[in-house]
């Protein structure tokens, strides 16, 4: 007979993951319902907008902000 080690990873508000867009470690502020979602809080700073590089187009395209503490909606396994 064979058993399977079934290991999942229960995360409660407070514990620390690693941010989804950095290497430092954030902190969780909100797990949904199901427990499938979590809101990570990450206190390095990131630009509120992820806009590619354009060849075309002026130079003085407007900046997107950049902020501390952003909070990330990720999927967990």
């Given at each position: 007979m064979?058993i ?25 502020v ?6 499938k ?8 700073t ?22 501390r503490?952003?909070i ?6």
């Open positions: 064979t399977k080690k079934v290991t999942t990873n229960i995360v409660t508000i407070g514990d620390q993951i690693q941010c989804p867009k950095c290497s430092r470690m954030g902190l969780v909100w797990v949904s319902k199901d427990g979602t979590v809101g990570i809080q990450c206190p390095a990131h630009s509120q907008l992820s806009r590619p590089n354009s060849k075309l187009g002026s130079n003085a395209r407007p900046q997107s902000k950049a902020g503490n952003m990330f909606l990720t999927a967990i396994n």
